[in-house]
């Protein structure tokens, strides 16, 4: 059963565009983490968020976390190639084990 | 800094075979989490251990699997009588007691011929 829908599954864009990827469960999460993941690689950690209405900027990255702690989303401004990959959402009900969105695979065309 | 350690990075083998995977973690983290992946799909929780004592598992997690981490430092996975279900991503992670952030190693891709 999985508890995170993330939105789109794919997603294929030019450089210099812009785009979001939505995070939604029916559950309360006490945090999220968003993490991207290249083939044949693990996920590596983006951000953590714990606060319901939390942002959170790295570069052209934005993180938010749903009011009611159930949704968050990722904007990218400005895409760039190395932006490709598997963008995955994770939810925590305390410090304990990750819960996996479906995951969301961009690309960056040049 | 080394980060979490897996190996092999690679695995094929016959059906029916043993395996056994290492994950090495990050010095002073005392959780370790074992997650699996398939292809297109998020990871899936296995199992985690708080030092040497394992606190959950999955129902993911047949009696063809075993998961030890016996001095609270690096942990095995082992499958035996592998099957080709059993072809996946085994990631491994580990974070700090306490903490949030769960840091993965680079995974071993196990085969199943």
């Known amino acids: 059963t999985q508890l995170l829908e993330q939105s789109p599954q794919f997603l294929s864009i030019q450089e210099g565009e812009n785009l979001t990827v939505y995070c939604n469960s029916s559950?309360?999460?006490?945090?999220l983490q968003w993490y991207r993941q290249e083939p044949g690689e693990g996920p590596v950690l983006l951000v953590t968020v714990v606060t319901g209405g939390e942002v959170k900027k790295l570069k052209r990255l934005t993180f938010q976390f749903g009011d009611a702690r159930k949704d968050s989303s990722l904007h990218i401004t400005a895409a760039q190639p190395g932006d490709t990959g598997l963008y995955l959402c994770a939810g925590s009900y305390n410090t304990d084990k990750l819960i996996f969105g479906t995951g969301t695979r961009l690309q960056v065309f040049p | 800094d080394t980060g979490v350690s897996q190996d092999p990075r690679h695995k094929i083998t016959k059906r029916g075979q043993n395996v056994t995977f290492r994950c090495d973690p990050i010095s002073e983290h005392n959780r370790l989490y074992w997650y699996r992946q398939t292809l297109g799909q998020g990871p899936e929780f296995l199992t985690y251990?708080?030092?040497?004592?394992?606190?959950?598992k999955s129902r993911l997690l047949s009696d063809r699997f075993s998961a030890e981490r016996p001095k609270g430092s690096f942990s095995t996975l082992e499958i035996q009588r592998t099957e080709q279900g059993d072809s996946a991503m085994y990631l491994c992670?580990?974070?700090?007691?306490?903490?949030?952030?769960?840091?993965f190693g680079q995974g071993t891709r196990l085969t199943v011929v």
């Open positions: 251990f708080q030092n040497e004592a394992q606190l959950e």
């Open positions: 559950s309360v999460f006490s945090s």
């Open positions: 992670a580990s974070s700090f007691r306490g903490k949030i952030e769960a840091f």
